[in-house]
């Protein structure tokens, strides 16, 4: 996998409208995350595909859940040192060698409100039904189960007493923003200092 003295290789993973991969693009080409991300895979056609492409990066889609053995080979075949989830639906099938090296974001305070078909709307949803008054994300690194790896990283945000489920899911998104770089930064930081110890 990449080099980590050089801008760590990001291999992006979405099924949606790639807001996330688009947000971590900006945070990017501001200066404010040192990585680039060197491919998307998309697993289904989608608007992210689209929006990928405009921004000049490499794309394809695989359906269905990508095998261990095929999504080791696009980390290799993109010199990725990371997969970053940016609204990718499917259950990750984690090879050993990428073991901590997948991150997803979750748009709630995990353990609650995670687990399969726990996604987008159905997960503010579930807040409001909940009565919680609280609500935010989780960044948090995959295993092979929905939303149950270490937590890298959590945001909270106020859950208001007329909220629906659109003006949750804004706020909540407001927070991914700010989250999912910090995360990121904070992971790649780490791998930094244990290349700096090898040296």
């Known amino acids: 996998m ?23 693009l900006d945070v990017i080409e501001a200066g404010e ?6 491919s998307v895979v998309a697993s289904r056609p989608c608007v992210g595909v689209e929006r ?48 901590g090296r997948i991150v997803n974001i979750h748009p709630a305070l995990l353990p609650k409100f995670g687990g399969p078909g726990m996604y987008g709307d159905r997960v503010h949803q579930a807040v409001l039904d909940a009565g919680e008054t609280e609500s935010g994300c989780t960044v948090h690194l995959c295993d092979a189960e929905y939303d149950t790896g270490p937590i890298v990283l959590q945001e909270r945000c106020p859950v208001l007493p007329d909220d629906t489920v659109e003006t949750l899911a804004a706020r909540v998104f407001e927070v991914e923003c700010r ?11 780490r791998d930094a200092a244990a290349q700096e110890a090898t040296r």
Do not use: F
């Not at 995350?33 to 060197?38: I, K, Q």
């Not at 859940?65 to 080979?73: F, H, Q, R, S």
């Not at 290799?76 to 050993?96: E, N």
């Not at 989250?179 to 790649?188: G, N, S």
């Open 52 to 99: 990928a492409q405009a921004r000049g990066l490499q794309t394809q889609i695989i359906r269905g859940m990508i095998p261990a053995g095929k999504l080791l080979e696009l980390v290799r075949a993109h010199d990725a040192s990371w997969v970053v989830l940016c609204g990718y639906l499917q259950r990750i099938d984690v090879p050993d060698e990428l073991t």
């Open 33 to 38: 995350l040192r990585a680039r991300v060197s």
């Open 2 to 24: 990449g080099d980590q003295r050089e801008t760590p290789r990001l291999l992006a993973l979405l099924s949606g409208g790639g807001r996330t991969l688009l947000n971590l």
């Open 179 to 189: 989250a999912y770089p910090k995360a990121l930064a904070t992971l790649l930081a």
